[in-house]
């Protein structure tokens, strides 16, 4: 298809169409992966939480939440968890997500990086590794430093 200046869509595409895609399309990979980092800490804090006997499920239909006095958190959730031990529980709620959005804008930079070939795509000494690494492992706290812990014990 040709636009007004006789060219096709692929020739009219222009260095700076070009930077806007890709900081959209940068934008889109970081909301997207900070939504399923939401996801997976959900989710395998819940089973991690229920697999150490932070949920015990009785027989007759009873479920115990809190039987443990530490659970599982994420290193890049820590923040957050010292606001929620410490009683500051809106501004967890925003370092919960913030951790999040930044473990994602990592994972969409190095995407880039990788994408357009830069020298180090995984920055110096590796530091974006390290945050992905930091995103995904999980390290037991006291109860109170974890949001699942807040959530299912003390809601």
């Known amino acids: 298809m040709t636009n007004p200046s006789g ?8 260095p700076s169409n070009r930077r ?3 900081y959209l399309a940068a934008t889109a990979l970081a909301l997207l992966a900070a939504l399923l980092h939401q996801w997976y800490a959900h989710d ?3 089973m991690l939480w229920e697999t150490s006997g932070g949920i015990m499920d009785y027989p ?6 809190g039987t443990k006095d530490w659970a599982w958190t994420i290193p890049i959730h ?15 709620i925003v370092f919960l997500f913030l951790g999040s959005l930044a473990w994602g804008w ?8 990788y994408c357009f070939g830069q020298h180090r795509p995984c ?3 590796g530091w974006r590794l390290w945050i992905v690494f930091f995103g995904l492992a999980w390290v037991p706290v006291q ?8 959530w299912t014990v003390v809601y």
């Open 7 to 14: 060219k096709t869509d692929v020739e009219h595409f222009e």
């Open 20 to 22: 806007h895609f890709i």
């Open 44 to 46: 395998v804090a819940w």
């Open 60 to 65: 007759d239909g009873w479920t115990h939440m």
């Open 78 to 92: 820590l923040p957050a968890g010292a606001c929620f031990a410490y009683d500051v529980k809106p501004w967890g």
């Open 106 to 113: 990592v994972i969409s930079q190095t995407v880039l990086a």
């Open 123 to 125: 920055g110096r000494y």
């Open 143 to 150: 109860g109170p430093w974890s949001w699942i812990w807040q």
